[in-house]
């Protein structure tokens, strides 16, 4: 009968403690997704200026060496791409990708958006 009595102490003393307020955990996870957001956002437009950097860069280097490319930068669908003029007139003979491309690039992340949109 002692063991019984015992063990019974043991496992009361075992169980925690009851907390009458509890803890703000909301607000502590709020706080690292909206961290998280911002640390995104940072990185994406430290992204985008070092790609114009790039660009930039590129098409002075292709200037430098007389060629009939030019490099650009599209910030909606962050891609970069590259057109082949004609040196004469200047007109634009290729584009990779193709604007038909990049357009439905452009509707498609504008779709996946839209159904995977948090408050919709």
């Keep these: 009968m002692d063991i019984f009595s015992a063990t019974s102490k043991q496992v009361e003393t075992a ?43 590129l098409n002075k280097q292709m200037d430098l060496l007389d060629t009939n490319l030019t490099f650009g930068f599209n910030d909606k669908i962050d891609v970069m791409y590259v057109n082949v003029m004609e040196k004469s007139t200047g007109k634009v003979i290729r584009k990779f990708p193709t604007d038909e491309a990049m357009k439905l690039s452009e509707k498609m992340k504008e779709i996946v958006g839209i159904i995977f949109d948090k408050k919709g």
């Design 15 to 57: 169980t925690a403690p009851k907390v009458s307020n509890p803890i703000p955990t909301r607000q502590v996870e709020q706080t690292a997704d909206t961290t998280k957001v911002n640390q995104q956002q940072s990185q994406d437009t430290d992204t985008k200026k070092t790609l114009t950097d790039t660009v930039k860069e």
